[in-house]
């Protein structure tokens, strides 16, 4: 009914950047909060950045200053500006999306990942 689908990933060199997008798609009736998680091998999943529908924003304190979530409700998309980048930060970056549906179901929506590369 609801899908996000991840793009931007990719490899770069330490200091580097990149900018993910998530959109999401289906029988919305309204988007609530969004935002990104990752997840390093070995590791759990972490929250990165999360997005409210009014643009307030809070990340974590590992990407704070570097990393900046943004957000555009026409289009059903956030996105993940990460600047600074250290291998640390190699993960599959995964979009997260609470929806609220056309048959008024609150859903929790995750994408596929897109998968980051630090290289030192």
């Known amino acids: 009914q609801v899908q996000v689908v991840e793009s931007g990933g990719g490899s770069v060199q330490a200091g580097g950047s990149l900018r993910l997008s998530c959109a999401a798609s289906?029988?919305?009736?309204?988007?609530?909060?969004m935002g990104w998680y990752r997840q390093a091998p070995g590791n759990q999943r972490e929250l990165v950045a999360v997005i409210n529908t009014v643009g307030y924003a809070d990340y974590a304190g590992s990407v704070q200053g570097r990393f900046t979530i943004a957000r555009d409700n026409a289009k059903k998309t956030i996105y993940l500006q990460l600047n600074s980048l250290q291998p640390e930060d190699s993960a599959v970056y995964y979009c997260?999306?609470?929806?609220?549906?056309?048959?008024?179901?609150?859903?929790?929506?995750w994408g596929q990942g897109t998968l980051v590369t630090v290289s030192r």
């Open positions: 289906g029988s919305i009736l309204r988007l609530d909060n």
């Open positions: 997260n999306a609470v929806a609220f549906t056309t048959r008024l179901e609150r859903l929790e929506v």
